[in-house]
Nanobody
Framework: QVQLVESGGGSVQAGGSLRLSCALS????????MGWFRQASGNEREGVAL???????SYADSVKGRFAITKDNAKNTLYLQMNKLKPDDSAMYYC??????????????????WGQGTQVAVSS
């Protein structure tokens, strides 16, 4: 059974940093697409960052230059380093995985496996 468990959310002031982690219960190499999504209250879920097993990464325009997605294959863990946080970054952040090669702009519902989410709150 595939499980994704996020951690690392919290409350920070604008300009601060957080690192989110997503621990996968199976070999991370079995998931060609792993990404981070977020959903603010009243908004649609949106893609934030994606990493594919062929080494490519992609980011939403709103986070480029501030966020970085990385993987530790030995630990089967996906990370999202978030720097220079803004109040607009406040949302529930979800880790997602799929056994297909997907795009950050794919409908988020195409991702099969999801974590429970971790809350990020950025105050001004």
């Amino acid at each position: 059974q595939v499980q994704l468990v996020e951690s690392g959310g919290g409350s920070v002031q604008a300009g601060g940093s957080l690192r989110l982690s997503c621990a996968l219960s199976v070999d991370i190499d079995t998931m060609p697409s792993m990404g981070w999504f977020r959903q603010a209250s009243g908004n649609e879920r949106e893609g934030v960052a994606l990493a594919t097993s062929d080494g490519r990464t992609s980011y939403a325009d709103s986070v480029k230059g501030r966020f970085a997605i990385t993987k530790d294959n030995a630990k089967n863990t996906l990370y999202l380093q978030m720097n220079k946080l803004k109040p607009d970054d406040s949302a529930m952040y979800y880790c997602a995985a799929d056994r297909r090669y997907l795009s950050l702009h794919s409908d988020y519902r195409m991702f099969i496996y999801w974590g429970q989410g971790t809350q990020v709150a950025v105050s001004s």
